[in-house]
């Protein structure tokens, strides 16, 4: 198996300089936005962004063209990049920010084109500093070369881009949380409906949201073709995907490749393996969020249907291996505190829910567990995520909550003898 | 209209409107989905999850929340399943992990819906063997509300409406997560002229009232729906009184005036009723000194004043917190003591106590308005009296209404608190420091594009006793000429439309203090008046009545007015009587009594009608009905009339336009160059406030405004001075407000050492070196 | 005025960036962090006045996010993560470690103010884990030993700006990708260092 390389070709090829706009430019970088302000119309730009099926990249999977062909009609509209990249397991849009910025803001310049908007927002995650300085310092390289602001490549398009600097919560890459706090307010979830972004995003106007990823990935497909693109991968899981391996592999780190491999070959030949050649008892295929995978199934393929198929999403690209001497309670601990902590405090059943079932797995795990527990673990799971189905029923508004209970429900369900010998027996009473 | 629509709840087929949630169009058809954070008022949030529904979708059945769901036609709704209550059952048992057991001690027990929801459906023991959340319980965020953070379920009803509704949003959410709390900042407290609401519409005991806590259970008060007498708005309430003393007044939803919410003078406003204060004995003034005297001592003596005087002139002062009943006696009893009894029109001698009081926009040419219309016109033009320290409700409409997409425009230099919420603020640029137009607004582009072929509100009245008429009729001309104009004559007092309805003709202060120098024997009765404190004409009046040859005062405390009676006849309050009342928008409302009056007082028509009898004149009234009945008598057989019978109903809301000519004989007084700009504050020295000790402190600031250009001419730095004029002196705070115009200070004319203050004299502001010294007064 | 005419004029020119004012709050907050370690009540006072909201909606939003600190913290802030890839590989070690060498608990502030120690979610570092950061600069593929090293060597050397790529040349180990060039930026507070870098020098 070997990667695929299209938005990590530029880095890969000039690591000294990859972030600087005359390296950039210097592989061809900006040619194909010139030619798209050159020679396209919106309508082209769209035509060929649907015809590459590319699907976002920040998890829900959501398919890009459609997602802007939603955009209502406004005066002011905005782009919004989500670059809040939190879910544990995930660092790929870090490497294209600090890496390849331009990239990012050549396929934000097309998108403003083909979305008719003016003025656009990186919001990075706060933890992010260097990332963010590099992005910072490619806007301004890119606004003395006339490539941002006022009659951009001399053209009549304007665009501006703020870089927004996030401060440490996870529960704005929700995109509705996002907007919000780019507005100065708590990150938290907005209803929808009534404020789906792209009818009413950020100020209550039409606002598109993306990810890092899916944008970078803009110039190449317009530089080649969405149809290209779409031939690339599998049907429904089109182009390439950075997935982030972490976890007990010899060779971590973010690798581009093509849709449709198993983990299992994912593992052996870019990951080089297990660590100390022990075997793997659990996995995470796509972020904190989602439902464990056992080691038994490594052979399940790397798409979005493949794994919703096993009853868990590909979600982030985020893989987290854990091999045989892992203690999945406390992996499971390590997940619930997560999401506990980045709770944003609105819904009842979240908010006073996966405190609750921090504390409990906190019990169990320094041995003052009760017979009970698992029972009471999964009970207060089923309050938060009706059924504990996947992809979940919710009793919130964001799926934050029904996240929390993804690694309690796949620890007991396939391990729950490692948490049942640190209970004291049921007594039961005949 | 919206379109009717059909949807089946538990099987059973509903009609409700096409947009309306779910919550909302079930509890119009009886069904009640459990809920603490959705309230009709508010702005849906979706946070407490307890309102979870079950509907079918095209991928399933799918909980949602009630409150954020809309009806849509053929909408299928399961409020009963198992799913259902599973999810509500595990909302609830969530809410009570970190809810103290403390019940027997908080005041919502018993009207608590957390309570009556745990009773219905909660668990029967707790699964949460943790140690629950604690915080330090209760802590002061202002001086009439106290916050317990244990309590609180995190509804955010106390963050919206401070939010949303009163826009002073002083009340957050800090911290996030399971660490989430309610507080204010420190040094800011909940300093809102609202903050009552919250603790009203607050579903757990997180929010209390300093003036209630541990009072009563709410099993043991007596209730009764009644009109808030406060200010000119008319807010339905309900009076809960327990063992003959009220204890707390809560706002009622009503559509059309105040819906649900209060201001917090008209909440806190009724210690006065049960203050040792009180006048309770009729008194008589014997040597500069009052002694207690019974009815006939009362009537005989003022008798024989009047035959002694020979035709005396008999004036009466009046104030806004009568009846309806009560003004239709006093204009009879007006009218009979009238020397020039029925003769030429301006011979009234009834003399209305509001200093802006002016002839107003009535009668064919003037449509009047509802407060409804601020909500379905385009635009609301308002140039009057600052609208939230005088109708405090009325601020919540429009910002409502502005929310909602209204525009606004506001005329200076009074209404600052609601320059934030306008289109187009006219400042000194277009307006004088007297309250001139300085140009024709035609000439304001921005003006004439808001308004120009618009349906507009005008909420109009004089911002000072010194403003010319002229120029509200500028204004008012020019809004008619250009659109569809609808009036709110800003009269902020009381009853004041219920005197102008009830009585043939009002005068007002000046004409009183001119006409008394007419006659040289005269008897004045002031009734619930008290124009000598907080009045333009304060001193004028002190000194004619001190003059006078002989003054009865209707009133329950002894004031700056009283005191200077030769007769004081002790009336009963807010409470303590029934009638009907008529609001700014002429809508007549009940006021009902659920308490006995102090010792010997009575109303007002009972004393008048006593009198009368003692002098041998027809007021023959056994009880309010038949003055209610007489009342409705002069109403025109088609109109619906102000029956206390039809004001019973459950849908007690009539809408009464003019019902007569309106007659106010007032006049401008003349011109005057303003340099200190008085205002009556919300908060001052009312007797009713002073003697009401949980909001009397609230009143008891003083300071000046003015724009940092003018302070800068007097050259002080600090935050407080002394605004000296002639002999007084007062020590002040400043505030800076640059929406005022140059060389002007606003000053509060109910704040006490303000009223000797003339308006038009010049001023000086002094560092205040030696305050001792300084602030003589 | 709390605030330095430095300070004020990078915060007015920030709220010049976005269409409505409030936006700026987030970065504001920034400034009153590097002004004094923390969100000073007197800074929320200062932003409150800035763009036109009441000191409460300040607090209410300061105190929703982690990286805003409600308490003076130390020169160096101590970042150890704790999430999933850290904590299978072994980060709990690392914790401890720091702890003890600095013998602070969780967001404890020494006496000299020189480190805040903190125990912190995801910081994107998950490639190299175990990580920490320094004032948000990463450092990757950590031992508790290194972990160690770090620490002794911020207290005695006490550079001025910390930056990542310093720290990771001297204390670290496998990366999550490779970083490539050298850069020399990095912070010079407890805050990211974003946008209050050029102020500093001003200051």
Known sequence: MKETILLTKHMRENPEDSHLLKSYEKNGGYKGVKKVLKSGTPESVLEEIKSSNIRGRGGAGFPTGVKWGFLAEDQERYLVINADESEPGTFKDRILLERDPHQLIEGMIITCFAANISKAFIYIRGEYAKPA?????????????????????????????????????????????????????????????????????????????????????????????????????????????????????????????????????????????????????????????????????????????????????????????????????????????????????????????????????????????????????????????????????????????????????????????????????????? | MTE???????????????????????EDSGIHIPRFCWHKRLDPVGMCRMCLVEIETPRGKALVPSCTTQVTDELIVETESNTVKKAQEGVLEFLLINHPLDCPICDKAGECPLQDQTMAYGPGESRFIEEKR?????????????????????????????????????????????????????????????????????????????????????????????????CSLGCSVELNVSQNKMLRILGEDNEFTNQGWLSDKGRYNFEYLHSDNRLTNIKLKDNNSFVDANISEATEKLKNKIEELHNPDIKFLI???????????????????????????????????????????????????????????????????????????????????????VKLVVLGHTNSSLESLADLYLGQDVISNNFELKTNLGNIKEFQNIIENKKVTIIVGKSTPLQQKKYLDNLVDHIQKYSQAKFLNCFTKANTFGALQHIDQIKGLNEFCNEYEESNKNIVFTIGANPVNASFFGSKIENILKKADFVVSLDIFINATTELADLILPTTSFGEKEGTVTNMEMRVLKQNKILPGPGSAL??????????????????????????????????????????????????LFGMKNRKNIDINIKDLEKNDLSILMVKRLYGDSSTQINSPSISMLGSERFIELNSKTLEKFGISSKTANLIQDQHSIFVNIKINNLLPDNIVLAPINRRGFKNLDPTKDFDIREATNMKELSVN | ???????????????????????????????????????????????????????????????????????????????????????????????????????????????????????????????????????????????????????????????????ADELQLKFGGTKSFDWAIEDNTGSSSPVPGFQTYEMQEEI
Not at chain 1, 135 to 144: I, R
Not at chain 1, 151 to 157: A, L, R, V, Y
Not at chain 1, 242 to 256: M, Q, T, V
Not at chain 2, 219 to 227: A, G
């Open chain 2, 319 to 405: 104030g806004a917190n009568s009846t309806n009943e009560e003004y239709f006696v006093i204009n009879k009893f007006a009218n009979l003591m009238n020397r020039n009894e029925f003769l030429s029109k301006d011979k009234s001698n009834v003399y209305f106590a509001d200093d802006n009081m002016f002839s107003g926009y009535f009668g064919e040419n003037h449509q009047n308005a509802s407060f409804e219309d601020l909500d379905s016109s385009d635009v609301i033009v308002v140039w009057s009296e600052d609208i939230k320290d005088n109708i405090p409700v009325l601020f919540l409409r429009i910002k409502k209404a502005v929310k909602n997409g």
């Open chain 2, 134 to 230: 604690h915080f330090e319980k209760p802590i002061p965020i202002s001086d009439i509300v106290l916050l317990d953070r244990e309590r609180c379920i995190l509804c955010a009803r106390c963050t919206r409406f401070s939010d949303e509704i009163s826009g002073d949003p002083l009340i957050e959410f800090i911290q996030r997560g399971n660490k989430t709390q309610v507080n204010t900042f420190p040094d800011e407290p909940f300093k809102s002229y609202f903050s009552g609401n919250t603790v009203q519409i607050c579903p757990v005991g997180a929010l209390t009232a300093t003036s209630y806590r541990f009072k009563a259970r709410p099993w043991d008060l007596k209730k009764v729906s009644s009109t808030c007498n406060c």
């Open chain 3, 1 to 163: 005025m709390t605030w330095e005419n430095a300070r004020i004029d990078k915060a007015k020119e920030i709220i010049e960036m976005y269409p409505q004012k409030r936006s700026a709050l987030g970065p504001l907050l920034y400034l009153a962090q590097d002004k004094d370690g923390y969100i000073s009540d007197d800074s929320i006072v200062e932003i409150s006045r800035l763009i036109g909201i009441t000191e409460v909606q300040v607090q209410s939003v300061a105190s929703f996010y982690s990286m805003y600190k409600q308490e003076p913290t130390g020169k160096y802030l101590l970042s150890v993560c704790k999430s999933i890839s850290c904590e299978i590989s072994n980060s709990s070690n690392v914790i401890q470690k720091v702890k003890e060498f600095t013998n602070l608990s969780n967001n404890e502030t020494d006496d000299e103010g020189l480190f805040t120690y903190e125990s912190v979610e995801c910081i994107g570092a998950c490639g190299g884990a175990p990580a920490i950061q320094v004032n948000y600069e990463t450092v990757e593929g950590l031992t508790p030993e290194k972990a160690v090293d770090l620490c002794k060597w911020l207290k005695e050397e006490q550079p001025k700006v910390v930056v």
């Open chain 2, 4 to 26: 009717k629509i059909t949807f089946t709840v538990d099987g059973k087929t509903l009609e409700g409107k096409q947009g309306q949630l779910l919550i909302e169009a079930c």
């Open chain 2, 603 to 652: 109303s007002e028509w009972e004393y008048l009608t006593m009198i009368s009898k003692s002098l041998d004149k027809e007021i023959k009234y056994e009880n309010v009905d038949e003055i209610n009945k007489a009342l409705c008598d002069e109403y025109e057989n088609n109109e619906e009339l102000p029956s206390f019978e039809n004001l019973n109903k459950p849908s007690n």
């Open chain 1, 133 to 430: 300085r590099r992005v910072q310092s490619a806007v301004e390289q890119a606004y003395e070369k006339g490539y941002l602001g006022k009659n951009i490549f001399g053209s009549s398009m304007d665009l501006d881009i703020v870089v927004h600097l996030g401060a440490g919560a996870y529960i704005c890459g929700e995109e509705t949380a996002l907007l919000n706090s780019l507005e100065g307010r708590r990150g938290e979830p907005r209803l929808k409906p009534p404020f789906f972004p792209a009818v009413k995003g950020l100020y209550n106007k039409p606002t598109l949201v993306n990810n890092v990823e899916t944008i970078s990935s803009v110039p190449w497909i317009m530089n080649n073709s969405g149809k290209d693109y779409a031939s690339l991968g599998v049907e429904g899981s089109t182009g390439t995907r950075i997935f982030s391996l972490s976890g007990h592999i010899n060779n971590p780190g973010n690798y581009e490749i093509e849709m449709g491999s198993s983990f299992g070959e994912f593992v052996e030949s870019l990951g080089k393996g297990v660590r100390n050649e022990k075997s793997i008892k659990a996995y995470i295929p796509g972020g904190a969020s989602a439902p464990w995978l056992r080691g038994d199934q490594l052979d399940v393929k790397m798409t979005i249907d493949d794994v919703a198929n096993e009853g868990s999403m590909l979600g982030s690209g985020a893989v987290v291996m854990m091999d045989e001497d892992t203690n999945l309670l406390f992996a499971a601990k390590s997940l619930v505190s997560f999401f506990a902590h980045e709770s944003c405090g609105q819904c009842t059943p979240c908010r006073e829910g996966t405190t609750w079932l921090e504390n409990i797995l906190d019990r169990i795990a320094s041995g003052r567990g009760r017979a009970s527990d698992i029972d009471l673990l999964l009970d207060v799971c089923d309050n938060i995520s009706p059924g504990l189905t996947w992809p979940p029923k919710m009793t919130t508004i964001c799926p934050l909550g029904p996240s929390a209970t993804a690694s309690i429900v796949s620890l007991m369900k396939d391990f729950r003898s490692e948490v049942e010998v640190l209970l004291p027996k049921k007594v039961v009473v005949s």
